[in-house]
Nanobody, 118 residues
Framework: QVQLVESGGGLVQPGGSLTLSCAIS????????MGWFRQTPGKDRELVAA?????GYGDSVKGRFTISRDNSNNAVTLQMNSLKPEDSGVYYC??????????????WGQGTQVTVSS
């Protein structure tokens, strides 16, 4: 059984930083692409960052967020800098077989709340 366990959400002031982590178990990490989605009320869940055969970012976070893999711990981190109020939302870790794309990720974490507010 594949499990994704997220950590690191919370409240931060505008301009601040947060790091989200997601550990995966039950599946080969090397054959898995990892990503982070964000959901806000009234909007579809959007892909924020992903890392697999390539690394990519949503336009709204380019230059501020960095996704990286920790192969020794089967984990992925999302370093979020220069946070803005519009970055607030529930962040979901997702995993999918490499090469399968992100239209329907195979696995999801439980989500972690990020709130950017003064």
């Amino acid at each position: 059984q594949v499990q994704l366990v997220e950590s690191g959400g919370g409240l931060v002031q505008p301009g601040g930083s947060l790091t989200l982590s997601c550990a995966i178990s039950g599946r080969s990490f090397s054959s898995t692409a990892m990503g982070w989605f964000r959901q806000t009320p009234g909007k579809d869940r959007e892909l924020v960052a992903a890392i697999g055969d390539a690394t990519g970012y949503g336009d709204s976070v380019k230059g501020r967020f960095t996704i990286s893999r920790d192969n020794s711990n089967n984990a992925v981190t999302l370093q979020m800098n220069s946070l803005k109020p519009e970055d607030s939302g529930v962040y979901y870790c997702a995993a999918t077989p490499r090469g399968s794309g992100w239209r329907r990720p195979a696995y999801w974490g439980q989500g972690t709340q990020v709130t950017v507010s003064s």
